[in-house]
Structure formats: C-alpha cells, structure tokens
C-alpha cells in the first residue's frame, strides 16, 4: 500500500485530507507540524510526502531541506501544498505544488503524476498499487464520495 505523509499543522485540514487520501486506497500518516513531519519521514520512509509552507516548528521549507540532506529520505517526492508562498516554494524545486485554495482532483492527480514517475534510487520502480489512482480506483470507491470532496479542502 502506498504511504502518504500529510504534514500540515491546520487539524481541520490535515485530517480531511488524510480521510480523502485513505478513501482512495492510500495509507496515510499525518504530522502537526515540520518537526514530527521530519521525524514520521525519517522513520516511516513514506512514498511521497504533502507539505504545508508555512507551520509552526519548522515551516515547510526547512522540512524539504532536511529531508533532501537526509540519505533515507532525499528521493521521496515532495509536494508543498500553500496559499501565499509560492515563489519561495518554486524556489527549492521541489517534485510539486499545490496553491491553495485547490480541488480533490487536483490534488489526487499532483499526487499520481509524482507516483508514476521512476524513483532516483530505483529508476525500473513504477507505481504498482492499481487502486492508489482515482482512475484506477474499483466501481463502489470511485463512486463513494468523502464528506468533505463537495467543497475545495485546500485552504488557509
């Protein structure tokens, strides 16, 4: 199953976009902020990771630092998820961005693009989890809608 580390200090945000990500068949693992971000990544190796900008602790621009200085976690793709700092996050070249405020579709194709792309440390790997796409998704989950899919849930 493919993992997904939400890293965002909002509650309200973080747990729906970790109920969106586990209706679509990923596991999903939230941090508060940047520093236990740093520390679920660093001990759960996940397979991709979504990262508000601006958080307490360690905002999200330290976070991508340190983990890209991180041997075990340098090649995970990053995607920083942000209202109001863009400009620095295109900065870091990170794997991809989401402004804020953005769709489920958005986000969930971001997320696809990231994990179909070959890894550094295993150029042969591709994404072999066939329900962790929506469009790859089974008839009853592609057609079960989260409670919180009507609205945008990107926001700050």
Request: contains cysteine; negative net charge.
């Amino acid at each position: 199953m493919t993992k997904i580390l939400v890293i965002e200090d909002n509650n309200l945000m973080r747990e729906m976009v970790l109920e969106i990500l586990e209706s679509r068949g990923f596991e999903a693992v939230g941090a508060e902020n940047g520093q236990v971000g740093i520390q679920l990544a660093i001990a759960q190796i996940p397979d991709l990771i979504l990262s508000d900008v601006r958080m307490p602790e360690q905002n999200g621009l330290q976070v991508f630092a340190v983990l890209r200085s991180h041997p075990a976690t340098a090649s995970i793709p990053f995607i920083f998820m942000t209202a109001s700092d863009m400009q620095k996050a295109l900065e870091l070249k990170a794997d991809g961005y989401l402004q804020k405020p953005c769709s489920v579709a958005e986000m969930l194709g971001t997320i696809a693009t990231q994990l179909e792309k070959p890894t550094a440390s295993n150029p042969q790997h591709q994404k072999v989890q066939d329900n962790s796409a929506p469009s790859n998704l089974g008839l009853p989950a592609r057609n079960r809608k989260s409670r919180f899919e009507i609205a945008s849930f990107c926001w700050q």
